[in-house]
């Protein structure tokens, strides 16, 4: 049978505290379930929590655990099976344990963007529930299924009513994960019901607000492009933003992900990185590289990678904000409007629609959007030439203007 200890998981230095848990072993094999307890170093011999008052709070839990175990045969079960058992036969059911597993399954299915999503939607609701403004202080604190009422949410969603996207999102990943707990912990067809409320059958989720487009005139998107720069991010951040513009609108994340095997024969044939874990097709992609932007792939050439700021840059998030860092440095010089990475590929579509006349599909396509025909699609070999074709559409616009300028 697994044995349960009563520990925390780095030590204490000087007078800050840390969550306690409770760990699981099993197997060979460690697990955590997190307490709603804190320790301070005078309260841990090494790793394991030894103050009597301490233990005392949490032996009950520590009990219960091991009467739930003492029912089950565990010899072939994982370590996360077993804290999964003990988690959904717990009286008062943790929501906050069973966010930790649906956003680690998350992870390990590779949607890390779509999982910091999650865990900022969550954050925002520990700081409304908590009354805290500092996140940092509300690390171990837990939230139980029973503990979100309808009107707890309500009011969340309230707070939220001056944001454009959160009072949306937030609210609609929290959902997500709750009726995905009803799933897990609720046998309907027995009558074990481990979660016996719902406040979202009651809340209606509002619309989130449509932002400002945040393409800009293609003159802008010329003087940028063509722009003297004066330090190596300033560099950098121009050539990706034409990378970006002359591959359709190509996300920074996939420049950062693609493999050398992703380049073939002046093609670049890849999976969207934000998307591919969650559509049937993986959001398969192909492009052809066109020959004006090729002497950046021999430049930005990685050695394990198909480009170096995938090996430079630890993540993909601090090699996005060098490139904006180096944009927004550019058009201060350029005195014109703030721009982004994203900004190119919004201004793409629009000119392809504006400009070159595409339809919303064409261009929908084009950024590897997913389609409103997916059924259809599914009997269809998928011909990317079209794509080929608009994008050099988009190319011939810009180059107008640089010869109308010139």
């Known amino acids: 049978m697994a044995v349960l200890s009563v520990v925390i998981r780095k030590k204490i230095v000087g007078m800050s505290y840390s969550s306690v848990y409770i760990r699981i072993s099993h197997n060979s094999k460690t697990a955590y379930i997190k307490t709603k307890h804190k320790a301070n170093f005078k309260s841990v011999d090494g790793l394991n929590v030894t103050a009597y008052n301490l233990l005392k709070l949490i032996q009950p839990t520590?009990?219960?655990?091991?009467?739930?175990?003492?029912n089950v045969d565990t010899s072939e079960m994982t370590v996360t099976e077993v804290k999964e058992l003990l988690i959904s036969h717990s009286a008062d059911v943790s929501f906050s344990d069973y966010f930790d597993l649906f956003v680690e399954e998350m992870y390990k299915d590779g949607r890390d963007n779509q999982a910091e999503n999650y865990i900022n939607a969550f954050n925002s609701l520990k700081k409304f529930y908590f009354k805290e403004s500092d996140i940092k202080k509300l690390f171990g604190r837990?939230?139980?299924?029973?503990?979100?009422?309808?009107?707890?949410?309500?009011?969340?969603?309230?707070?939220?009513?001056?944001?454009?996207?959160?009072?949306?999102?937030?609210?609609?990943?929290?959902?997500?994960?709750?009726?995905?707990?009803l799933k897990h912990f609720n046998d309907y067809d027995t009558g074990d019901m481990r979660i016996k409320n719902n406040p979202f059958l009651?809340?209606?989720?509002?619309?989130?607000t449509t932002p400002q487009k945040k393409s800009v005139d293609i003159e802008i998107i010329n003087k940028i492009l063509n722009a003297e720069t004066f330090s190596r991010r300033e560099e950098l951040a121009k050539d990706i933003a034409k990378m970006i513009f002359y591959l359709a609108g190509i996300n920074v994340a996939d420049l950062y992900t693609l493999e050398k095997s992703n380049y073939q024969d002046f093609y670049l044939k890849y999976n969207r990185h934000k998307t591919k874990s969650t559509r049937e097709d993986k959001s398969y992609?192909?492009?052809?590289?066109?020959?004006?932007?090729?002497?950046?792939?021999?430049?930005y050439k990685g050695n394990e990678k198909l480009f170096i700021f995938g090996e430079q840059y630890r993540e993909g998030d601090n090699f996005t904000k060098a490139v904006n860092i180096g944009l927004a440095s550019i058009c201060k010089a350029l005195k014109v409007p703030a721009v982004t990475s994203y900004t190119f590929r919004h201004s793409w579509a629009t000119i392809a629609q504006n400009d070159c006349k595409a339809s919303t599909e064409d261009v929908a396509f084009a950024l590897n959007h997913a389609s409103a025909h997916r059924v259809t699609e599914s009997y269809i070999k998928k011909d990317f030439s079209p794509i080929d074709k608009l994008n050099r559409k988009v190319i011939r616009q810009l180059k107008t203007i640089?010869?109308?300028?010139?």
């Open 62 to 70: 520590v009990d219960a655990y091991y009467g739930i175990l003492a």
């Open 142 to 181: 837990n939230i139980n299924f029973i503990d979100l009422k309808t009107k707890l949410i309500e009011d969340w969603i309230y707070s939220l009513r001056h944001t454009n996207r959160a009072k949306q999102h937030y609210p609609t990943c929290i959902r997500a994960v709750f009726n995905a707990g």
């Open 402 to 406: 640089k010869e109308n300028r010139q």
């Open 202 to 208: 009651k809340v209606k989720i509002p619309s989130a």
């Open 285 to 299: 992609f192909e492009i052809f590289v066109v020959p004006e932007i090729r002497p950046l792939f021999e430049k």
